[in-house]
T-cell receptor, first 114, second 114 residues
């Protein structure tokens, strides 16, 4: 158990809908990262937040957005969902930002878009 | 283009045997290189983290090597066990800024058979 929690574990929805994925980092970690893992692709970095502020952006679609709240939990919002958005979404956390920080991954949320 | 390539894509070995997984990267500037183990449907778990000045790092039966000159790394698994069956992902931290942005390889899927 990494100490990072993600809810829900599974999510099934229809195209065009909007969903929110939630992540609680390890106690004391200030950085939160979001990743997408599709069946035919490796892990893709989406976005990083550090202490409430966006720190780095990866291949995140405009239909996706995220935020980190004062209590350091984070939410990833996915809207106008398409079939291709079906994937595992992982959240990771680390004590600070960058450098040698080890990132601890949560168990993931499996999103299925029908 | 910053990329991480792994070989082989998949590997089947018998329990008790050794194996070596390969990773080549073109990420620049380089900060550090990590190996993760990912069980099916679960979040990745860190095995090792190495900076450019570290040539070898061990974690139990796992030994990672790094040649920063040739931009190659390997992960050697000794005396394999059934529980080693997983995907092994080589990850390079991009060193351009104070962010946690990681670049992931596609992974090598290892199956250990009794």
């Amino acid at each position: 158990d990494s100490g990072v929690t993600q809810t829900p574990k599974h999510l099934i929805t229809a195209t065009g809908q909007r969903v929110t994925l939630r992540c609680s980092p390890r106690s004391g970690d200030l950085s939160v990262y979001w990743y997408q893992q599709s069946l035919d692709q490796g892990l893709q970095f989406l976005i990083q937040y550090y202490n409430g502020e966006e720190r780095a952006k990866g291949n995140i679609l405009e239909r996706f957005s995220a935020q980190q709240f004062p209590d350091l939990h984070s939410e990833l919002n996915l809207s106008s969902l398409e079939l291709g958005d079906s994937a595992l979404y992982f959240c990771a956390s680390s004590p600070t930002s960058g450098g040698y920080n080890e990132q601890f991954f949560g168990p993931g949320t499996r999103l299925t878009v029908l | 283009k910053n990329q991480v390539e792994q070989s082989p894509q998949s590997l089947i070995i018998l329990e008790g045997k050794n194996c070596t997984l390969q990773c080549n990267y073109t990420v620049s500037p380089f900060s550090n290189l990590r190996w993760y183990k990912q069980d099916t449907g679960r979040g990745p778990v860190s095995l090792t983290i190495m900076t450019f000045s570290e040539n070898t790092k061990s974690n139990g039966r796992y030994t990672a090597t790094l040649d920063a000159d040739t931009k190659q790394s390997s992960l050697h698994i000794t005396a394999s066990q059934l529980s080693d069956s997983a995907s092994y992902i080589c990850v390079v931290k991009h060193g351009s800024s104070n962010t946690g942005k990681l670049i992931f390889g596609q992974g090598t899927t290892l199956q250990v058979k009794p």
